[in-house]
């Protein structure tokens, strides 16, 4: 399998070109049809998530109470993953965008797995590069572990590449929590940003 890393911060998302060329490879046809992977076997209602106290980017202490009224898109990741982490993040940025006024519906969230370089500061200027909307989390490496036990999430920060670079194995769904803060559904991070988008834009009009 071949990964292609993405900089984002060579990508001038302000141009439509660039956007729409991005969205493509991404998975963005308006001509194609809505697989049915966005149905997880999971159901509403599931033990999965819970109680936390990370900081974001601002260095603004959170807990589930700060996005209680708002659909929460929780992704596990880190600023230095070369591959499905800033794909997401690009699938993300691109959903809120097509949401137009729906968006302040949603919060979308990247709670990192490398809390040891990930830090507020880091994250404060790493998340922009995609967009403004995406709230960054982190703490310390036990408070992370505790997160992400709570969401079922796995990660391993042990693991290393042959040419002697660090690199961290996650799981990487994207987990839907309804604005009760209970869990809604669980998505591959093979999903489209159209599929996204039919999701979200269901989900809010409830």
Not at 23 to 29: D, I, P, S
Not at 73 to 85: E, H, I, N, T
Not at 171 to 184: C, D, H, Q, R, W
Request: with cysteine; hydrophobic share 40%.
């Amino acid at each position: 399998m071949t990964f292609v890393a993405i900089d984002p911060g060579a990508l001038d998302l302000t141009s439509h070109g660039a956007l729409d060329a991005l969205a493509r490879l991404l998975g963005w046809n308006h001509d194609s049809k809505l697989a049915s992977t966005t149905n997880s076997a999971i159901p509403p209602g599931a033990p999965i998530g819970g109680p936390f106290t990370l900081t974001n980017q601002f260095g603004q202490t959170m807990t589930p109470a700060s996005f209680h009224g708002r659909w929460m898109l929780v992704y596990f990741g880190y600023s230095r993953c070369p591959d499905d982490c800033p794909l997401t993040l690009e699938k993300l940025a691109i959903m809120m965008n097509a949401l137009g006024p729906l968006a302040k519906h949603v919060s979308p969230v990247f709670i990192t797995v490398d809390p040891t370089h990930d830090t507020p500061a880091i994250l404060k200027t790493y998340l922009p590069k995609f967009s403004n909307k995406i709230i960054g989390l982190t703490g310390t490496l036990p408070e992370t572990a505790k997160v992400a036990k709570e969401y079922d999430a796995y990660f391993n920060t042990t693991d290393h590449e042959a040419s002697g670079q660090s690199l961290i194995s996650h799981s990487t769904f994207i987990y839907l929590i309804a604005p009760n803060g209970k869990f809604e559904n669980l998505f591959p991070v093979s999903i489209t940003v159209p599929q996204l988008v039919h999701v979200m834009k269901k989900a809010i009009a409830q």
